[in-house]
């Protein structure tokens, strides 16, 4: 009898099983191969997310970082690759290069950088997967983290200012959107009838960007006039995960964004009276600055771009 197979990720929303690129990767990858994944999604009861993010547990093995867990789901016979020939196993490696490398850094910025975008959608959504008071915190982790991730890779000559970078991940990103938009054509997944680990990298990477209401859009401006990308991905919402993909919102999803505008204003009120107390206890002769061992958090630094806050 095969073991259990337990995966923690990141929840889902906006008619997504998961609005977490790496999570959505997995969870459609299990779909297609038939692994019988028991999925729990981080929720606030939990503690804070340890290391990396989605997990596969299975007995004593603990896997993390998409690609390691769908090579463990291979190993354990859940193959979605089965009928692919060498070559097209070495355009799937191709195209998982060219993701990560072009649109991946445009999908971190647009979740994590974008000022706005961060401040009315990203940080409440996982804020409200995380218990209080690391709430406040770990979204700002992970926006740090994001934009390390994007300087790392392009932030070297000849980009030698922000706003050259920010540009230039973008149109890297369309362009990428252009070639997977030109090698699907009209074929319902890209080896044909049935999907493959290259379908789940594409619908976990484009997906979010789909189907996430963002205030600023611009690669998902671009990706709507691609219809075969985006009817890519319905298709796979439809069959396999059978979920909505009508514009209007599924059932209990107009409850769910009123819980999420309350989480918001109940974030913002927490962080302005923590920043308040601050100010009152720096001004208050009767107490004199003394040295906590607790930990600071500074809410009011989370709510400006990343990139504001680095020189060129």
């Given at each position: 009898?095969?073991a259990p197979?337990?995966?923690?990720?990141?929840?889902?929303?906006?008619?997504?099983?998961s609005?977490?690129?790496?999570?959505?990767t997995?969870?459609?990858?299990?779909?297609f191969?038939?692994?019988?994944?028991?999925?729990?999604?981080?929720?606030?009861?939990?503690?804070?997310?340890?290391?990396?993010?989605?997990?596969?547990?299975?007995?004593?093995n603990?896997?993390?970082q998409?690609?390691?867990?769908l090579?463990?789901?291979?190993?354990q016979?859940?193959?979605a690759?089965?009928?692919?020939?060498?070559?097209?196993?070495?355009?799937?490696?191709?195209?998982?290069?060219l993701l990560?490398?072009k649109?991946?850094p445009?999908?971190?910025h647009?979740?994590?950088?974008?000022?706005?975008?961060?401040c009315?959608?990203?940080k409440?959504?996982?804020?409200?997967?995380?218990?209080?008071p690391?709430?406040?915190y770990?979204?700002?982790?992970?926006?740090?983290e994001?934009?390390?991730?994007?300087?790392?890779?392009?932030?070297?000559?000849?980009?030698?200012?922000?706003?050259?970078v920010?540009?230039?991940?973008?149109?890297d990103a369309?362009?990428?959107?252009?070639?997977?938009?030109?090698?699907?054509?009209?074929?319902?997944?890209?080896?044909g009838?049935?999907?493959?680990t290259?379908?789940?990298?594409?619908?976990?990477?484009?997906?979010?960007?789909?189907?996430?209401?963002?205030?600023?859009v611009?690669?998902q401006?671009?990706?709507?006039?691609?219809?075969?990308?985006?009817?890519?991905?319905d298709?796979?919402?439809t069959?396999?995960?059978?979920?909505?993909v009508?514009?209007?919102?599924?059932?209990?999803?107009d409850t769910?964004?009123?819980?999420?505008?309350?989480?918001?204003?109940?974030?913002?009120k927490?962080?302005?009276?923590?920043?308040?107390?601050?100010?009152?206890?720096?001004?208050s002769?009767?107490?004199p600055?003394?040295?906590?061992?607790t930990?600071k958090?500074?809410?009011?630094?989370?709510?400006?771009s990343?990139f504001?806050?680095?020189?060129?």
């Amino acid at each position: 009898m095969a073991a259990p197979l337990e995966l923690r990720c990141w929840g889902g929303g906006w008619g997504l099983p998961s609005v977490h690129p790496e999570s959505l990767t997995v969870l459609a990858y299990a779909k297609f191969s038939g692994a019988p994944l028991t999925v729990n999604t981080i929720s606030s009861s939990w503690k804070a997310p340890k290391g990396d993010i989605p997990v596969l547990i299975s007995e004593d093995n603990v896997i993390s970082q998409p690609a390691k867990i769908l090579n463990f789901l291979r190993k354990q016979k859940y193959n979605a690759d089965y009928e692919l020939s060498a070559k097209q196993g070495a355009d799937t490696l191709a195209y998982i290069a060219l993701l990560e490398e072009k649109l991946l850094p445009a999908l971190l910025h647009t979740f994590w950088i974008e000022a706005e975008n961060y401040c009315s959608v990203t940080k409440p959504w996982f804020a409200s997967r995380i218990a209080f008071p690391l709430s406040l915190y770990l979204p700002g982790k992970m926006s740090r983290e994001a934009l390390n991730r994007i300087l790392l890779t392009k932030g070297g000559p000849p980009l030698y200012s922000l706003t050259e970078v920010e540009a230039q991940i973008y149109r890297d990103a369309k362009e990428c959107l252009n070639l997977l938009s030109k090698r699907l054509g009209t074929s319902q997944f890209f080896f044909g009838d049935t999907p493959t680990t290259l379908d789940a990298f594409v619908f976990g990477f484009l997906a979010p960007v789909y189907k996430v209401c963002f205030p600023r859009v611009q690669l998902q401006e671009h990706l709507k006039q691609l219809p075969n990308l985006c009817r890519f991905c319905d298709d796979i919402l439809t069959c396999y995960f059978r979920l909505s993909v009508s514009g209007h919102s599924p059932a209990g999803q107009d409850t769910a964004d009123a819980n999420l505008q309350k989480l918001t204003q109940l974030v913002n009120k927490e962080s302005n009276l923590i920043e308040k107390m601050d100010d009152n206890l720096r001004k208050s002769p009767q107490h004199p600055p003394r040295k906590l061992t607790t930990l600071k958090l500074a809410a009011g630094g989370e709510e400006s771009s990343p990139f504001n806050r680095l020189s060129p």
